[in-house]
């Protein structure tokens, strides 16, 4: 009898954790489109208003891309002057990282690090395109990259996120799309 009743409320404990998962799931996407396609949406339609529908979405990609990268420094930088202080406050210390060197004794070795930077390309160019540049940084700094190569991968990817989603909300994702601009 104790033991169904455990049960019952370990089911209990995932359904809920479940339904929290969900709800967060939820706020997570409508807070994306309030924040990401909002945005792109009003300069799109207020540049092609006044400028007209092609140079009016050009104006508003070259306007959003710089934004979205100042964003991307901002959160970066707020990063930088806080690492520090929590890590001091949780005790985290900075392991030292072998070198590449080290591991290119064999032909496997060698092949495994060169797939390795390949992945690295591709992993990067994968979050600049989902993260952009405002959240593209722990995934970059996640990579390996140091801190100025992070700044140029967060300029590179606002303007490639920009050249991806500007298009699809700004022209209109469920049915416009490219008949607004021509």
């Not at 939820?26 to 140079?55: K, R, S």
């Not at 405002?134 to 590179?156: M, Q, S």
Request: hydrophobic share 55%; proline share 3%; with cysteine.
């Amino acid at each position: 009898m104790a033991l169904s009743k455990i049960g019952h409320q370990n089911k209990i404990v995932v359904l809920l954790l479940a339904a929290i998962g969900l709800i967060g799931a939820i706020a997570g996407t409508v807070w994306d489109e309030v924040l990401l396609a909002g945005p792109i949406m009003f300069l799109v339609a207020g540049f092609q208003h006044l400028l007209g529908n092609i140079i009016g979405f050009g104006v508003a990609y070259v306007v959003f891309c710089p934004l979205w990268i100042g964003i991307g420094f901002f959160f970066f930088t707020a990063w930088i002057k806080i690492e520090p202080w929590l890590k001091r406050i949780l005790g985290i210390k900075d392991k030292e990282q072998q070198t590449a060197k080290e591991f290119e004794h064999t032909w496997r070795a060698r092949l495994v690090l060169y797939l390795a930077k390949i992945a690295k390309i591709f992993g990067v160019l994968a979050t600049m395109v989902v993260l952009g540049p405002t959240l593209g940084w722990p995934a970059f700094k996640l990579l390996g990259y140091k801190e100025k190569d992070i700044y140029k991968l967060t300029i590179i990817a606002g303007w490639i996120f920009g050249a991806i989603w500007v298009p699809i909300y700004g022209l209109g994702v469920w049915g416009a799309g490219l008949s607004r601009v021509f």
